[in-house]
């Protein structure tokens, strides 16, 4: 829930996406009183342009801008965008795509000067031709691309949060032709617009991009992916939820002054505050077991490489002390690596699981013991079948795994250092919080609370669904993550963690329902082998310092899980000394909203947001007010490329973060 105040509101601004319905809600207090929205969403998006145009040296007088406009209010925004492009002396083309326009809008753009060509036969818009036969429509759709491709600029505000499905008819056309149908934008991760091929324009879009699943971050069909997004009021889910994410490039809000209480966002993203929250800042009387102590049972003969970089990971991210457990090869090369590690069982606060041990699939799976201790460990977990009761209302003596005398087997049964390991016996909700990472989730309880914390990338994510009678492949994952990471939540009743450029993190909500957290902090640099290992060292050490509270917090699992990611991220940013995130905050346009009395007259004179003429608002007062956050030098290609990194180099950079984030 977001409350007052505007410091809070700003940061809530920047980290919280909130569904189209209640962006719709957030809107119509300021409808009501005759607040001019669409012409403040119009003087950010000129606004915009004209930094871009600036940033690429080009003349206002001698620039190209390409308007898409379609037949709602994002074309009006458009329109009255391009009017006031007008007036700084761009020259302006809008390609109307639907069989109307927005009237005001569209008569202030053709006041202002702006050339159109209608693309729709049975087009209504005034004084626009119409009823022309399909040779002419196929000759004008050629000439609107062709238009398209030679601008300096392009607009796309040919639909925004009205959007419904996949796009169809003439806007999909154009966006098959301009943009890309279907799949994921595909361009360096560095520089992105600087890198771009030098003739296409570049593309702003108003609002969403055309074509993109606003609420649910897919891309259902064909859409143009945008360099820039000038995104209206409030963030959209699709501006943090990958795939989406990815074709909004580097997104704008322009705000609206909207009042975020009481409304819940659809998705929260990471930042440096919400992770330093997670980590646990070390007391005067505190010794190497109250700092928390992270066990792991990971890497095995074939893989050993992952038992060091998960150990050496979890020494590194701010805890007391690791245990490793694991085969004896394995052990030496721990000890050599990190020689404060304590090999065998013991009291642990935290666990990491799975990460370099054989997966089912793998030939030697049947041979390794490290399977065998981590089923035997994990049978702890189990909470009963998937069911739609609350698995919390089940009976915590009906555990099977007690009846089988496995709790006596499981490592850290002799506990060295006092209490022993599973205090509270059989019930899982009182478990140890756990990460199980690769070889280890398929070997996942049917149903385990919310401080077991699974790290799949897509293909695990879709092998885990698979075995849990979803047929699923990794592409299918990765075409609409979020649903499946909240149907593996649903499902496993796990924190999921699914990795990415942007990771999600779907667990339990307080009040019930689920939370997203999305952490993009890292470049693209962090894709490299071993990257996962440091991330389940790190999610166990992170897991570890909460001082028991994650037994009793879902809340502060999908927190403290959120935070690793994040803090993973940052290591990689820092090692890599790239500028390149997976996800960037927006840009704060702001644009102050007309004094009450303006409103007022407007509203009187029946004039809601849809009939403002630009001219009513773009004196020069009202054009100098509209400041930003934004330098008027974009930056675009002065992100620093950085270069490439390996696992070591991430957590030798994991103290740095905890520093920098604590400080
Ligand atoms: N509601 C408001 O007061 C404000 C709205 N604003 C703008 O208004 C937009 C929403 O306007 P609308 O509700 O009119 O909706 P949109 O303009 O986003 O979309 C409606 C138009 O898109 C077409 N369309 C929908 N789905 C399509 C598909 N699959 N294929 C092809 N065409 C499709 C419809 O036929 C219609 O012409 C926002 O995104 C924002 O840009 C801003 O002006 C700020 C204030
Ligand atoms: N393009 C990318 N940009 C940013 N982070 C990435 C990218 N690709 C992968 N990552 C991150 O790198 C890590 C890779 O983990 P994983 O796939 O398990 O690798 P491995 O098994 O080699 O350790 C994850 O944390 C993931 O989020």
Redesign the pocket.
Known sequence: MIHHGDSVRRRALRHAAFDVATV?AM?APL?RSGVP??SM?AAAAARVVLALLDDMDVDTHEAGVVLLA????????GLLAGARLLGEGVAVTAVTV?RSAHAAAFSSFVRAGGSVLVLDQASTIPGCASGFGAGEAGERLHTAIGLAQDADVLIDAM???????????I??ALAKALGRDGGVPDRPAMGDAAHDDDDAPLVVA???PSGIGVDDGTLPGPYIPADMTVM??ALKPCAMLPPAAYACGTVYLADFGFDLHGHDPAVRAMDGALAARSLRLPRLQDAKYSRGVTGLITGSTRYPGAGVLTTDAAAHANIGMVRYMGPSRVQDMVLTRVPEAVLGKGRVESWVVGSGVPSAQDPQAHADTQREIITALLAHYDVGEYSTDDPRDADPNDDDADDAGLHDEVPGGDAEDGDAPFANGSAGYAMPPICVDAGALDILPSRVPPQVVITPHAGELAALLSLRGEALSAADVLADPWSWAKRAHEITGATVVLKGAITLVVGDHEDGGVVTLVSGAAPAWLGTAGAGDVLAGTMGALLAQQDGELQEDADACVEAAAAACYIHGRAAALASGSGQRGWSEPTIVRIPVPAPAMNAALSDAGLG?GAVDIDDLSDDDAVDAVGSDMDDDLGMDEVPVGHPIVAHDLIAALPRVVSGLLG
Do not use: K, Q, Y
């Open positions: 719709r809107e409808l929205l669409m969403a379609g037949a709602g209010d994002n074309g009006g925004d639907g639909t925004g949060i009205g959007v419904s499905g996949a796009l169809r008819g806007p999909a108003m609002d969403t209206c009021g947001v």
